[in-house]
């Protein structure tokens, strides 16, 4: 198999490390206590590295989605809680403080299950934590668990592409060659992940193996993840690709110019429903009306083993107006927002939907690609399904 490289912020020298792989979180190079990511909203325009010193910038980048994507809102809540070990690790109150910053980051994105995923896994570490030697602190402790999360994701997101690739070389072949068609919906890419993606990995794979891919890109209204994001990267990579409009998929379906559907998820329930960003039901309901294989990647930390029905059981962000009633961009030299509604117009702004899993092909996951089912579940999680309650 090709090794894969993704190469995004080419020029960037914060992400080029020598030998080192892009990342979408990292330490500060002269100074670890400094967290960095990629301020998100102000791709593709500008490759802004913006600096997380405090947890409160943690919560505020979740919240305000300067990172986003299911992964890396969890990788970035668990590095916030090491910022809240370098604040009051040392302090009489240690644990409990840095609890209650668990408590208030969990409160910032309410659908992605990585999210409390990272902050549980954080807490136990913390709770299990002994300090038995001058020369480790709790921030040493919880820098290495952020750390774990992030090398642990790549490692996921590389499972997902090896298994993934398999789906679109099948197609390959059965086109003699002919460019694979796959769409896909908002940013599942290396940039909501902390490399490769979910949904992009498989095409990454397939890009790198010399297979002949293009994908269908969504714009993704209202945060234009689609169009900032997921075009960017996949320009940066040089995978062959085209913007859509929301509302192109179904047509393009109907013609015979989508051979793939591959979305990301939020949070997946054990009986294999998924919550993914709005719009991405009705691309499932067009792929089951025109015969087209609607796969989801997901890592497994999105699987939610304590619900079954994800219309009832999955809370779904609502955000605030102003993402619908305005768009970001570029005009002339100036980058700025531009208001495109009245004033007096009433706004509903959902940020995800659900999709039964009857409307899943399967699921790809690191450990393989299974039923959108319990049973399918089970079969590659056998502990996690066995412990689910
Ligand atoms: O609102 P966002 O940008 O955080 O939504 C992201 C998505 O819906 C992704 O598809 C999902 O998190 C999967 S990321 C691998």
């Not at 802004?48 to 990172?67: C, N, P, R, Y």
């Not at 298994?163 to 769409?183: A, C, D, T, Y």
């Not at 009245?342 to 092909?361: E, L, M, Q």
Request: charged fraction near 20%; proline fraction near 4%.
């Amino acid at each position: 198999m090709a090794k894969l490289t993704t190469t995004l912020g080419k020029g960037n020298t914060a992400l080029r490390k020598t030998g080192e792989e892009f990342r979408t979180i990292w330490q500060k190079q002269d100074d670890p206590k400094v967290v960095q990511i990629i301020d998100q909203r102000k791709l593709p325009h500008e490759y802004v590295v913006h600096d997380l010193t405090k947890w409160q910038d943690g919560a505020f980048a979740i919240s305000e989605m300067l990172v986003r994507g299911a992964p890396l809102i969890g990788a970035t809540a668990a590095w916030s809680l090491y910022l809240a070990a370098l604040e009051y690790g040392a302090t009489e109150n240690g644990t409990n403080a840095i609890k209650d910053v668990a408590a208030t980051l969990g409160e910032t994105r309410p659908t992605a299950v990585n999210l409390r995923w990272a902050l549980d896994r954080v807490i136990r570490v913390l709770d299990a934590a002994t300090i038995d030697s001058a020369d480790i602190s709790l921030a040493d402790i919880l820098e290495a668990e952020a750390k774990a999360i992030c090398e642990e994701d790549v490692e996921i997101s590389r499972g997902i592409g090896i298994h993934g690739l398999e789906l679109i070389k099948e197609i390959s072949r059965r086109k003699h060659g002919q460019p694979v068609n796959v769409l896909t919906h908002c940013n599942a890419g290396s940039l909501a992940t902390i490399n490769y993606g979910t949904a992009t990995a498989p095409i990454y794979f397939a890009h790198a193996e010399g297979i002949a891919v293009h994908v269908w890109v969504d714009e993704t209204r209202p945060r234009n993840q689609g169009s900032q994001l997921t075009a960017w990267e996949l320009a940066e990579n040089g995978v062959p690709h085209t913007l859509i409009v929301d509302n192109a998929g179904g047509h393009l379906m109907q013609h015979g110019m989508v051979d793939l559907v591959i979305t990301g998820t939020d949070r997946t329930t054990r009986s294999g429903d998924v919550a993914n960003k709005i719009g991405t039901y009705l691309k499932a309901l067009a792929a089951h009306d025109n015969g087209i294989p609607f796969y989801v990647a997901l890592p497994s930390t999105t699987i939610d083993w304590t619900i079954d029905d994800g219309l009832r059981d999955i809370p779904i962000e609502e955000r605030n107006p102003d993402e619908v009633t305005t768009i970001y961009g570029r005009s002339g030299e100036d980058l700025c927002f531009v208001n495109t509604v009245a004033s007096n117009t009433n706004i509903s702004n959902f940020a995800f939907d659900v999709t039964p899993a009857k409307y899943v092909t399967g699921l790809i996951t690191e450990k393989g690609i299974c039923d959108a089912s319990r049973n399918g579940l089970s079969t590659l999680f056998p502990d996690a399904a066995a412990n689910a309650i």
